[in-house]
């Protein structure tokens, strides 16, 4: 309170907005020292940055350029936009990176599993089905950058940006925020983030990684985040069981199926929030074991929190990359 306090003596004017897009919720605090930017003016801008993410990316308006993509037939090429071109070359990048785990092209297998929109599933898919599936997916052969168009290989392919999407969303809002000169803020959407500059008491966003567990949103841990982006990605939230076992949402691009290991969440801080973004989602996929020796020759810093009974009282063991433990030291 008095640090509070002292930063309204200074003149500081904290402008925070809340909302909703991309399927979820967004959260923004901006400081602004110079007093001279309005909350309608700022909100204008952000309402017209998430305007612009979503018709280059929406899956749930039909107008979009990814909708363009999807509905075209192998060998048509769709035009897009740079930011549209940005971020899948982006997913390119870590698709390759991550030895194909991170895959945005696996829509039909998050369906058949009952992850899908208006889906749920108690029993098993078929070997069959699950089969089917797969040969609709596949990032590598379903579509080729080319300059500014997207090339289709796989007429069966349709691209969900998910998993990057939002992540960049958060990037693209915190740019129409730099244009109004704050250089103090915080940006979320749907749980990732980017951070800048100091929070109103003058220290480090301060930001909690949830306890990866359904029925409670204990913190495990609490990080000081500032010019960095932040995902986490867990397999808590979204999952069915069947036969005594547990099948999450996390799919597995090289299976078909869900992963099976015990890494239950994965926090990423990197530069940007649409690469925290997806590479949260790449980690998680891949487990800890290989993960973790892909964060540290990366030198990304990752904190990957796994189900252990033999970790602390929460029933979780949490493992940091050695750059995600120089950060927090």
């Excluded at 020292?33 to 990316?57: I, Y």
């Amino acid at each position: 309170m008095p640090l509070a306090l002292a930063a309204c003596r200074k003149g500081w004017n904290v402008l925070e907005l809340s909302g909703l897009t991309m399927g979820t919720g967004y959260n923004i605090v901006a400081v602004d020292h110079s007093r001279d930017v309005t909350k309608a003016e700022l909100q204008a801008a952000v309402d017209a940055a998430l305007a612009r993410v979503n018709t280059q990316m929406s899956n749930w308006d039909a107008t979009s350029e990814i909708s363009a993509f999807n509905a075209a037939k192998a060998g048509d090429s769709v035009s897009v936009s740079p930011e549209l071109a940005h971020v899948m070359q982006a997913a390119a990048d870590v698709h390759d990176a991550s030895e194909g785990r991170f895959d945005v092209t696996v829509g039909a297998l998050i369906d058949l599993w009952g992850f899908g929109a208006r889906q749920t599933r108690t029993d098993m898919p078929t070997d069959a089905e699950v089969a089917q599936a797969m040969a609709c997916c596949g990032q590598a052969q379903s579509v080729e950058i080319a300059g500014g168009a997207l090339r289709k290989l796989n007429s069966d392919a349709e691209i969900y940006l998910s998993s990057i999407g939002k992540g960049f969303g958060v990037d693209h809002v915190a740019q129409a925020l730099n244009g109004f000169g704050i250089t103090d803020y915080m940006v979320e959407i749907g749980g990732d983030l980017y951070t800048a500059g100091r929070n109103p008491d003058g220290q480090p966003w301060q930001i909690g990684i949830e306890t990866p567990q359904s029925f409670d949103r204990g913190i495990m841990q609490v990080v000081g985040v500032s010019g960095m982006g932040m995902a986490t990605s867990g397999d808590y939230r979204n999952f069915f069981d069947y036969d005594g076992k547990r099948y999450s949402h996390i799919i597995d691009a090289t299976t078909g199926r869900p992963v099976t290991h015990d890494t239950a969440s994965v926090t990423v801080l990197t530069d940007n929030a649409m690469l925290a973004d997806a590479w949260a989602t790449a980690l998680l996929v891949l487990g800890r074991e290989r993960g973790l020796e892909i964060a540290n020759d990366r030198d990304m810093a990752v904190l990957f929190i796994d189900r252990d009974g033999a970790g602390d009282k929460s029933g979780f063991k949490a493992t940091a990359s050695d750059r995600f433990a120089d950060l927090t030291a």
